[in-house]
């Protein structure tokens, strides 16, 4: 058997989350039917991250082992070729160490949130980010931002069906950024509770249309109760960036353009 790992792009929008799921199509399902048509053999593919319905991807990391003798470029091509129309592609591919996991090998984990500030439709960015037309202040949303970043109990900031142990994460990094009429926001951490990110951009959003003062952000968190909670942001401005392993060399090989990440 040889294990392959796969650097994974797609939309979110037809699908009812990365992980399979009897509710509807998602892309694991996808990804494991491709391969099966390709080496006629029965996968299983584990992934990075476990993002919901709606939720994208520039970078996900999965991996599934197969029997058949084929490189990766060959198994790519014809992933790729499958996996057509669905708005799936492999990115990359090479071959790892039998005991290599993609999630649980996975060190850090990072998000994008696309806001786009304007009162214009969005033409081309219809569902692929959130579009608020109120003005947004970045600035203030940056400042209020950094009383999340290190280790909490974010409950406040977790779905009710979270299935994590513990509600204590560290968040890395938290950098909220104007470019244009598009805010982003930019998380780094080991790992994130459910809904964590959506969660607490939404509060950020308030925070920026003037109707949370900064100091709230850091209230809410404290309330460690999910009733602070003031708005969750929609699932189709987010984005799963990358995932990071010890093995740098391996991750660079499965990479794509480094202009793609935040």
């Not at 989350?17 to 053999?41: F, I, K, M």
């Not at 598009?182 to 003037?210: D, K, P, T, W, Y």
């Not at 391996?250 to 353009?257: H, I, S």
């Amino acid at each position: 058997m040889t294990r392959f790992a796969l650097t994974l792009e797609y939309d979110g929008a037809p699908f009812v989350g990365l992980q399979r799921q009897a509710a509807g199509p998602s892309v694991q399902q996808a990804v494991e039917e491709a391969a099966a048509r390709v080496t006629g053999e029965r996968v299983t593919l584990h992934s990075a991250g476990r993002t919901d319905a709606g939720v994208h991807a520039l970078a996900m990391r999965s991996h599934f082992d197969i029997a058949k003798p084929i490189s990766p470029f060959r198994l790519m091509e014809a992933l790729n070729a499958q996996l057509r129309p669905a708005p799936i592609a492999v990115l990359a591919c090479v071959e790892v160490e039998e005991d290599w996991h993609a999630r649980f090998a996975c060190t850090g984990r990072s998000y994008l949130y696309r806001i786009a500030n304007r009162r214009a439709p969005l033409a081309l960015e219809a569902g692929r980010a959130w579009q608020v037309p109120q003005p947004l202040d970045a600035e203030a949303m940056h400042r209020a931002a950094q009383a999340l970043v290190g280790q909490h109990d974010f409950t406040t900031f977790r779905s009710a069906h979270c299935q994590s142990a513990s509600p204590v994460k560290t968040l890395d990094r938290m950098e909220i950024k104007r470019l244009g009429d598009e805010v982003q926001i930019n998380c780094e951490a080991r790992s994130f509770l459910h809904h964590q990110v959506r969660s607490m951009v939404g509060c950020l959003a308030l925070v920026g249309m003037g109707r949370w003062p900064e100091g709230q952000i850091a209230e809410a968190l404290a309330a460690r109760d999910r009733s602070a909670l003031g708005l969750n942001a929609p699932p189709h401005g987010l984005y799963f960036v990358s995932a990071s392993y010890p093995d740098v060399q391996t991750v660079r090989a499965a990479l794509p353009n480094p202009s793609l990440r935040a």
